[in-house]
């Protein structure tokens, strides 16, 4: 997504670019769920930064649905079931002050499809939200590139790059950006930021019967609607198993998070999971390397790369082209004390 984001605001931009991906080495974006959510709901708080990035998010997501001809962006309410009174006070305090812009003030407890189970405290929704066709969105891209002769799927070989006169086999470049997932670990330049990546594991259900057509539904888990009775289910956290490979004990802690959101059982068609890439700080991270100054890096997206990128992308080429100052909470300039030279 990183890559992607990059690509075509630097394509816009009227650089010639070449973007090198093997992806099949990392699932991140292939299987996120693509949702924006502006609320962090663990402290009922606005997400970091979003009246400035969630403007910018949806101007760049439209206008790539103009330049393609595709529909990317659906918008929705996320739908809070709450579990108790505590809950609904403090929605109803934010949503009547600092968060009126993202919080619906009215606690319901009528009006959902009777397949899912609500407590006498009820529900509220969430606004301004909504999810990304991430598929399509990459792929597009992805197509895209290729047909124009600027895409190159191999595995990024270290052994065969030049920082110092940016010079990667027959390719020589001005600059290079590296939006490597967590695999930055594995590139000896940045393998010094100190990153925490944290699996994820979602399943794709098919429930006929559960009638929820737009909305998300959250409640330690999410439900969102797809196509055809099918659902995306997410996800769960784990910071030690840090493989793509789906596991049981992900896919039962997803189905009993499902349990106390509907009666339905539904079946599993799908299991899929990735590594989000998240800096120890939980801040993005990019900038220039400390020894190379035309060598690049974009990551530490962490769970919410659908609404950082576009923004912080174009933060980062204003920084490349036009040598604007780099945010302080993002710079890579933070973890200089880790790099050894
Ligand atoms: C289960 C789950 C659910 C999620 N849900 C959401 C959500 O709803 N909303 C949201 O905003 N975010 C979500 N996320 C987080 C989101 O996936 C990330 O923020 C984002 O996708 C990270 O994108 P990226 O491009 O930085 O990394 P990646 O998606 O990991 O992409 C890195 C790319 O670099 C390639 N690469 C790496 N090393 C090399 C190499 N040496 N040579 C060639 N290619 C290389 C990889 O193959 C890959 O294509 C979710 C994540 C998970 C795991």
Redesign the pocket.
Known sequence: ???SVLSLQLIEKGFKVIV?????????????????NPVVFKRLTKSWMVDEILPVMLEFYQAQEKKFGVQLLHHRNIIKLFSELQEVNLWFKKASAEMSDYLDKEISVNGLPKTIKLLDVGYAKVLRAG?LNLPLFLNTVTNNLQSSGMYLQ???DFSVFSPSLVKYKDIEARYIVF?????IS?NPLFKYIPMKPA????LTMQMDDLKLEKDILNKNAFIMPLENNLFKV??TYNWNDLSDSPTEEAKLELLNKLNRITELEGNVIRHE?????SVIDRRPVLGAHPAFKNVFVF?G???????LAPFFVNHLVEHITQQKKLNKEVDIARFNQFFVN
Not at 199 to 202: L, P, R, T
Request: with cysteine.
């Open positions: 997504m990183a890559g090198i991906d093997e992806p099949s080495l990392s699932a991140s974006s292939r299987v996120a769920a693509g949702i924006w999810n191999e595995k990024f939006c490597e997932g967590y695999l594995k699996k994820g594991e979602v997410g996800a999971a990735g590594v989000r890439p990551n997206m962490g769970t919410k790369g659908v609404m």
